[in-house]
């Protein structure tokens, strides 16, 4: 297996052993989690061994406040966590970088909320559902949810949940926001999430009948100043980087895991591969031979980004800068480009691969449909991201108005 360099930004030299560590207990897990991705696959939700190894790994408290118990691992190497995993099974890399950064998020709420989830101190696994598919209703002391919300990544192995909703106008107009609640507030939909890419990611259904009190909601207003009242009480420069940008990273650094894991099986196979056509080593051909130089340079190349990108962004919030808009649309749209690249890559080496690569059996193909799945993640459609980005190459503002309800105004 190939990697890029990597250099973590640390705060102090504690801060490097922890990373350092950090990575070393990645190291340890990966064989755990390739071992075990063809029954997550099957399973349509990580393994209960996988889910272990992650959690045993301290996966699930990178984004943590240290006040809780977390450790606050700097960007660049949460990233290239995720890549490491996502080499070994995709599923699992998704669910780390999601779920794992879902701590994060939950670390923007009010105390009385981080309260609620990390004060037995243990490692607690969040989902989430964004898109505000449920009804909410404002009652006395809080909100009432109701309905159906889809998409929950990690639902199974997950202690509470974080999902978006608009609150009826209340003269202001209607207004989103995201509410926590916990595993007794829900119930898993188990046949939600037949799918051929990403399986087992198990990012089921749930249906809602839950009192949310005020306490454990988060406005979108909130966000968009930069207001959240957990920017106050976790002081950690981690929690100084913008939401969204952390997010769409999230979701787009397992693609390059898994290119990389989809390089290595596909070399593994045309080491010693026959054509059954020309009777000649595959790994004489010129073809192959170009597919495969463009495929480890693009791995290497979205991989390296994460050095560069993050270490900027860090560098800053922990100056006591803020990241402009501008580096926020490239963060963006650099993250959902990547997976395109990944994909392009994979189908590339896929089409001289021969026949015998569409087998169960073989890896390569459980890679790359779950590239497949990844692609189609609304923050990794890069079309979308391109005019923002294009418009502050230009000397547009990027930055959108504040819209109460809806998502589409947070960069």
């Known amino acids: 297996m190939t990697s890029a360099s990597v250099r973590p930004v640390m705060d102090s030299e504690s801060g490097a052993d922890a990373s350092s560590n950090f990575l070393k207990q990645i190291d340890e897990i990966v064989p755990i989690l390739k071992a075990n991705a063809a029954e997550t696959e099957k399973l349509r939700r990580l393994s209960d061994v996988s889910i272990q190894a992650l959690t045993g790994a301290g996966v699930f408290r990178a984004g943590m406040p240290k006040r809780w118990g977390g450790t606050e691992i700097d960007p660049v190497t949460w990233y290239e966590a995720v890549v490491r995993i996502g080499t070994a099974c995709p599923s699992s890399a ?3 970088g999601v779920v794992g950064g879902h ?7 009010p105390d009385e909320a981080q309260h609620d989830l990390w004060a037995k101190g243990e490692d607690v696994r969040i989902a989430t559902s964004f898109a505000p598919t ?24 997950s202690e509470w949940i974080i999902v978006g909703g608009i609150v009826p106008d209340d003269g202001n107009g209607p207004e989103y926001r995201s509410f926590m609640l916990p595993a007794s507030g829900f119930a898993i939909d188990q046949d939600s999430w037949q799918v051929e890419g ?13 009192f949310v009190p005020e306490y454990r909601t988060q406005t979108i207003e909130e966000v968009y100043n930069g207001t959240e009242p957990g920017k106050v009480l976790n002081t950690g420069p981690i929690f100084q980087l913008p939401w969204l940008s952390r997010f769409s990273y999230a979701v787009a650094m397992p693609a390059v895991g898994a290119l990389q894991g989809a390089i290595d099986a596909f070399i593994e196979d045309n080491r010693s591969r026959v054509s059954a056509l020309t009777h000649k080593a595959a790994a004489e051909n010129t073809t192959l031979h170009v597919r495969l130089a463009e495929a480890s340079i693009i791995a290497r190349d979205t991989r390296a980004r994460i050095v560069t990108t993050w270490s900027d962004m860090y560098e800053t919030v922990k100056a006591g800068g803020q990241i402009s808009a501008e580096a926020r649309v490239r963060c963006r749209f650099e993250g959902a480009y990547a997976v395109a ?10 089409q001289i691969s021969g026949g015998g690569v569409m087998d169960k059996s073989k890896p390569f193909q459980r890679y790359l449909r779950d590239i497949m799945g990844m692609r189609n993640h609304p923050f990794n ?31």
């Open 94 to 96: 998704w669910i780390a």
């Open 103 to 109: 701590s994060w998020h939950a670390a923007m709420f």
């Open 134 to 157: 449920g009804k909410v209703e404002r009652v006395k002391g809080g909100f009432q949810l109701s309905g159906r919300w889809k998409f929950l990544s990690g639902v199974d192995h």
């Open 198 to 210: 990403l399986q087992g990611t198990g990012s089921k259904e749930v249906d809602i009948d839950c």
């Open 341 to 350: 690249q990944c994909l392009d890559a994979a189908m590339k080496i896929f």
């Open 381 to 411: 459609v890069y079309e979308t991201w391109a005019p923002l980005h294009s418009s502050a190459l230009l000397g547009s503002p990027p930055a959108p108005p504040l819209m109460r309800h809806s998502m589409g105004c947070l960069l």
